[in-house]
C-alpha cells in the first residue's frame, strides 16, 4: 500500500494543493497569534510583577488605555478571520461545487463492510453492459476528470481519499456526485471515515492510479463484454 508519506502526505488531485494551501494558511496565522500572545503575556508578568520595596499590580483593564491590549488585537483577529474564510469559501466552491465536465464517471458505494465500485467499460459511460465492478479496489487514469456517484446501502459512511484531501459522507437514500482528477499514478489508500458499526475498521479499499496505457491493459483484462461474446 505504499510508505506512509506515500499514502497520507503526497497530494494526487489537482485540488489537494489548494486544501493544504488553505490548512497552511490557518496553522500560520494561528502560529503567529500563538506567539505573539505568549511573547505578551510572559512581558506583561515580567513587568508588573512584585519587585523590591513594590507589590505586585492587579490591572482589571477598564481604562481605556489598557483596554487597547484587548480591542485592536481583537480587531486585527478579524481580519486574519475574513482572509481564511475567504480562502475557505473558494476552495470549497471549487471542491464541492463547481464540477467540472466529466471525462468518466464511476460509481462509489459504501456498506458494512465494504466498498464496491462501479467503473465505466470501453464504451465510456456508466451503467451499461460492459461495464465494470470491483470491490475495494477502484481504478482511476491519471489526469481523467471523474465525477462520482456516491451511494450507500445501509448506514452513513464517509467516501474519504486523505492523497486526494476527498472527503465526502455517504448518506442511506441519497447519489452525491462529487469530482477528482488524479495527478500522480500509484496505489493509495481509500477509507471510511464515518463511523458505521462494529466492522467500521476493517473496511479499508484502494485507489489504483494508473497512466493511459496501464489502464487500456486493466480494462481490457476485465472487458465482460468480449468475455460474453467469446462465450457466445
Known amino acids: 500500500m505504499g510508505s506512509l508519506t506515500e499514502r497520507y502526505v503526497t497530494a494526487a488531485s489537482t485540488y489537494a494543493g489548494d486544501i493544504d494551501g488553505v490548512i497552511m494558511l490557518i496553522a500560520i496565522i494561528v502560529g503567529f497569534w500563538g506567539v505573539l500572545a ?3 503575556f510572559l512581558g506583561l508578568v515580567v513587568a508588573f510583577r512584585e519587585k523590591k520595596g513594590q507589590k505586585a499590580q492587579y490591572i482589571t483593564g477598564e481604562e481605556k488605555h489598557q483596554m487597547a491590549w484587548v480591542a485592536y488585537p481583537h480587531y486585527l483577529v478579524l481580519v486574519c478571520d ?3 474564510i475567504v480562502a475557505a469559501v473558494r476552495v470549497w ?4 461545487q463547481d464540477l467540472p465536465p466529466a471525462d468518466a464517471t464511476v460509481r462509489v458505494i459504501g456498506q458494512q463492510w465494504a466498498w ?6 470501453p464504451d465510456g459511460k456508466l451503467d451499461t453492459d460492459d461495464d465494470i465492478a470491483t470491490v475495494d479496489e477502484l481504478h482511476l487514469k491519471v489526469g481523467t476528470v471523474y465525477h462520482y456517484k456516491l451511494e450507500s446501502r445501509d448506514v452513513m459512511h464517509s467516501f474519504s481519499v486523505p492523497a486526494f484531501r476527498l472527503k465526502q459522507d455517504a448518506v442511506p437514500g441519497r447519489v452525491i456526485t462529487g469530482w477528482f482528477e488524479p495527478t500522480k499514478s500509484g496505489t493509495f489508500d481509500l477509507q471510511c471515515a464515518e463511523m458505521c458499526g462494529i466492522g467500521h475498521g476493517l473496511m479499508p479499499a484502494r485507489v ?12 481490457a483484462k476485465h472487458d465482460t ?8
Open 93 to 96: 466552491y471549487n471542491v464541492k
Open 225 to 232: 463484454s468480449m468475455a460474453a461474446a467469446v462465450k457466445r
Open 38 to 40: 505568549e511573547v505578551v
Open 82 to 84: 475574513i482572509l481564511i
Open 208 to 219: 489504483v492510479i494508473e497512466t493511459a496505457a496501464e489502464h487500456a491493459a486493466w480494462m
Open 116 to 121: 464496491s465500485f462501479v467503473h465505466p467499460g
